[in-house]
């Protein structure tokens, strides 16, 4: 019987410096193979927006989120993530 665990061959990250590390692994596990690309001078991600989705939802601290970048980049070789 073939394996059908993976949906995807391949999952690409765009701009990782402003996604969620957790966002980031649920989409990793329906791949095969990530490339993660971004840049370290971007803004990171932040919880900002989440308070205008749901105004009348107790305030929290909608701080900045470490990104997918960050969790990951240091992986590999310094000079292979610039």
Known sequence: MKNTAFLFDLVIFDEASQIRVLDGLLSMSFGKQVIIVGDKNQLPPTDFFTGFANPEA????????E?????????FEEDKTQ
């Open 67 to 75: 990104s997918l970048l960050e969790e990951f980049g240091g992986v």
């Open 58 to 65: 107790e305030a929290e601290d909608f701080g900045v989120s």
